[in-house]
Nanobody, 121 residues
Framework: VQLQASGGGLVQAGGSLRLSCAVSGLTTSDNVMNWFRQAPGKEREFVAGIRWREGSKRYADSVKGRFTISRDSAKYTVYLQMNGLKPEDTAVYYC???????????????WGQGTQVTVSS
């Protein structure tokens, strides 16, 4: 599978952005699509995940109620709608595939390239 993330940018606190991840070459082992983020000097952390076929979702506590993950199976695209952005959401955001539901980098099978999100105060 190949993953291509886009949609990052600079936004003021309280604003919104929508990230997209184009998926190609999907295989039967790519059951879950995830978003991770990595801020400068910090470890890469789980943000949200969605089961590709059934659509069930999981979120990190830090983004619950503000971020929404979704997928468009016909367009082979995964989205991350980010509302109520905070300066602490500033990071490089990555999409990634896994065969099972995860909440860490362990189990990731493919990483996409990152897209920078910067939230100004």
């Amino acid at each position: 599978v190949q993953l291509q993330a886009s949609g990052g940018g600079l936004v003021q606190a309280g604003g919104s952005l929508r990230l997209s991840c184009a998926v190609s070459g999907l295989t039967t082992s790519d059951n879950v699509m995830n978003w991770f983020r990595q801020a400068p000097g910090k470890e890469r952390e789980f943000v949200a995940g969605i089961r590709w076929r059934e659509g069930s979702k999981r979120y990190a506590d830090s983004v619950k109620g503000r971020f929404t993950i979704s997928r468009d199976s016909a367009k082979y695209t995964v989205y991350l709608q980010m509302n109520g952005l905070k300066p602490e959401d500033t990071a490089v955001y990555y999409c990634a595939s896994s065969s099972t539901v995860i909440d860490s980098t362990v189990g990731i099978t493919t990483w996409g390239q990152g897209t920078q999100v910067t939230v100004s105060s």
